[in-house]
C-alpha cells in the first residue's frame, strides 16, 4: 500500500467515525456540506462570458477525499460546472497514487475533452501526463501541485503558498512583539514534506520570521489529515515544555492539532492555522481556544478553475482584461483571519 493510499485510508478511517481519539476529533469536524457556498460557487451574472458559447467538455480530476480541503475541490468543480448550460462535466477517478490516476487520465485523453482540471496526486510525478495531454492538443489546466514543465499545462492556478508562511510569520511577529516577548519558543507543524506546496509554506514562514532576527525552535510534519495532527502535535509538545506561538499549515490537520493540545492541557501560546475551514474560522470568531487566527488557501480555486477552462475551450479571454487570451498563471493571494474579520470570512469557509 502507498504512503497516499495509507493516508487516505486514515482519512476514511477518521471521518467514518473509527478515529484516534474519537470523542475529540469528531467534536471538532470541519464542515462537509455536499454543496459549496453561495459564495464559492456563485452562477455567472448575466452578460459577457457567461453568455452561452461553444459546447465544452470538461475532464476532472482529484484525489478522492470524504471530508476537508480536497472534497470542496470536488464539490465546487462540480457546482461551478453546473452554473454553465454549455459545459459537460466528466469526471474521472484518481485513484489511490499518483500512477494510477496517470492511468484514468489516459483514458481520458482517449476521449478527447475540449479541457482537463487536474489537481494531481503529485505534481512533479504527474508532469508527463501534463505533457501528454498537451502534445494531443488537450488544454490542461494545473491545480494547485504545480507541474514543473511550463509546457505541461495552459493554466496553473494555485494559492500561494509561499504567501501562505509570510502571512503566518507576520502575524506571529505583531503579536509576539505585542505581547512583548522576549526568546520566543515558535513552532511549526507543516503538511506532507515531499509536497512542494508544503517546502514552499515553510520558506515564506522562515523567510518572514528570520527577518525579525526569530527562527523555528521545533517543526513536524503531519500529512494533512486529522489524526496525523494530533500524533504529530502530541509529539511537538512533549519535545517543547514551554511555546509562545504555533503556525499549523492546515486546517483540516488542525482538528487533531487542537485535540492535541486540549489533551495536554497546554494553553500558554497561541496559534495560527491554514487554508480556512469554516471550524476553523468559527473557532477564531468564538475566541474559545488557542487558535487565534487563519491563512487562506481556498478551494474556491476550483470554481474559478472550471470557469477558466470553459473560456480556454471557448477560444475566449476574460472580459475584464485586454488580453485575447486566459493568463497562463494565476496565483490567489493568501489572506489573514483574525477575531475582527472572521465574521466577514466564515461563509467562504469550507
Same mark, same amino acid.
Given at each position: 500500500?502507498?504512503?497516499?493510499s495509507?493516508?487516505?485510508s486514515r482519512?476514511r #478511517?477518521?471521518? $467514518?467515525? /473509527?478515529a ?8 471538532g ?7 459549496p457556498?453561495?459564495?464559492q460557487?456563485?452562477?455567472?451574472a *448575466?452578460g459577457g462570458?457567461?453568455e452561452? $458559447?461553444?459546447?465544452?467538455t470538461i475532464?476532472?480530476s !482529484?484525489?478522492?477525499?470524504d471530508h476537508?480541503w ?6 465546487? +468543480?462540480k457546482?461551478? +460546472?453546473g452554473t ?5 462535466f466528466?469526471?474521472?477517478e484518481?485513484?489511490? &497514487? ?5 492511468a484514468?487520465l @489516459?483514458? =481520458?485523453? @482517449?476521449q ?5 482540471v487536474?489537481l494531481?496526486?503529485?505534481g ?10 498537451m502534445?494531443a492538443g488537450? *488544454? ?5 501541485r504545480?507541474? *514543473?514543465?511550463a509546457k505541461a499545462y495552459r #493554466?496553473? %492556478?494555485k494559492g ?8 503566518a510569520?507576520t502575524? %506571529?511577529?505583531?503579536? =509576539?512583539?505585542?505581547?512583548?516577548a @522576549?526568546? *520566543?519558543?515558535?513552532?511549526?507543524i507543516?503538511?506532507m ?6 517546502q514552499e509554506?515553510?520558506?515564506g514562514?522562515?523567510?518572514? #520570521?528570520?527577518? !525579525? $532576527?526569530?527562527?523555528?525552535a521545533n517543526r513536524r510534519?503531519a500529512?494533512?489529515?486529522a489524526?496525523?495532527g ?5 509529539? =511537538? ?7 509562545d506561538?504555533?503556525w499549523?499549515?492546515? &486546517?483540516?490537520?488542525g482538528? $487533531?492539532?487542537?485535540a /492535541?493540545?486540549?489533551? /495536554?492541557?497546554?494553553?500558554e501560546?497561541?496559534m495560527?492555522g491554514g487554508a480556512?475551514s469554516?471550524?476553523?474560522?468559527? &473557532? ?5 481556544t ?5 491563512v487562506t ?6 470554481s474559478?478553475?472550471?470557469s477558466l477552462?470553459?473560456?480556454i475551450?471557448q477560444?475566449r479571454?476574460?472580459?475584464? #482584461?485586454v488580453?485575447l487570451q486566459v493568463?497562463?498563471? %494565476?496565483i490567489?493571494?493568501?489572506?489573514t483571519?483574525t477575531k475582527e474579520? /472572521?465574521?466577514?470570512y466564515?461563509?467562504?469557509?469550507f
Amino acid at each position: 500500500m502507498t504512503q497516499h493510499s495509507r493516508d487516505l485510508s486514515r482519512r476514511r #478511517l477518521l471521518f $467514518g467515525g /473509527a478515529a484516534v481519539g474519537a470523542g475529540v476529533l469528531l467534536a471538532g469536524c470541519t464542515s462537509n456540506e455536499q454543496q459549496p457556498t453561495e459564495a464559492q460557487t456563485k452562477a455567472a451574472a *448575466p452578460g459577457g462570458n457567461a453568455e452561452p $458559447g461553444k459546447r465544452v467538455t470538461i475532464g476532472f480530476s !482529484a484525489p478522492a477525499a470524504d471530508h476537508g480541503w480536497i472534497a470542496a475541490i470536488t464539490n465546487n +468543480a462540480k457546482a461551478q +460546472a453546473g452554473t454553465y448550460s454549455d459545459v459537460e462535466f466528466k469526471t474521472v477517478e484518481a485513484g489511490a &497514487d499518483a500512477a494510477a490516476q496517470r492511468a484514468a487520465l @489516459s483514458t =481520458l485523453i @482517449s476521449q478527447k475533452p475540449d479541457v482537463i482540471v487536474l489537481l494531481p496526486h503529485d505534481g512533479k510525478e504527474l508532469n508527463a501526463f501534463g505533457l501528454e495531454a498537451m502534445k494531443a492538443g488537450i *488544454p490542461v489546466v494545473n491545480l494547485d501541485r504545480a507541474f *514543473p514543465d511550463a509546457k505541461a499545462y495552459r #493554466l496553473q %492556478i494555485k494559492g500561494d503558498n509561499y504567501g501562505m508562511g509570510v502571512a503566518a510569520a507576520t502575524y %506571529i511577529v505583531e503579536q =509576539l512583539k505585542a505581547k512583548g516577548a @522576549s526568546n *520566543p519558543v515558535i513552532a511549526e507543524i507543516a503538511g506532507m514534506d515531499e509536497l512542494e506546496l508544503t517546502q514552499e509554506r515553510t520558506k515564506g514562514f522562515n523567510d518572514t #520570521l528570520a527577518q !525579525a $532576527g526569530l527562527k523555528v525552535a521545533n517543526r513536524r510534519a503531519a500529512r494533512f489529515t486529522a489524526d496525523s495532527g494530533q500524533q504529530e502535535a502530541a509529539q =511537538l509538545l512533549q519535545a517543547l515544555p514551554k511555546i509562545d506561538a504555533i503556525w499549523n499549515h492546515d &486546517d483540516d490537520q488542525g482538528i $487533531g492539532v487542537l485535540a /492535541a493540545i486540549q489533551q /495536554a492541557n497546554r494553553s500558554e501560546f497561541f496559534m495560527v492555522g491554514g487554508a480556512g475551514s469554516k471550524k476553523a474560522i468559527e &473557532d477564531i470568531q468564538a475566541d474559545n481556544t488557542v487558535l487565534k487566527a487563519t491563512v487562506t488557501y481556498s478551494p474556491s480555486m476550483a470554481s474559478s478553475a472550471i470557469s477558466l477552462a470553459r473560456l480556454i475551450g471557448q477560444g475566449r479571454g476574460m472580459s475584464d #482584461l485586454v488580453e485575447l487570451q486566459v493568463p497562463k498563471e %494565476i496565483i490567489l493571494a493568501s489572506e489573514t483571519i483574525t477575531k475582527e474579520n /472572521a465574521g466577514d470570512y466564515v461563509k467562504l469557509g469550507f
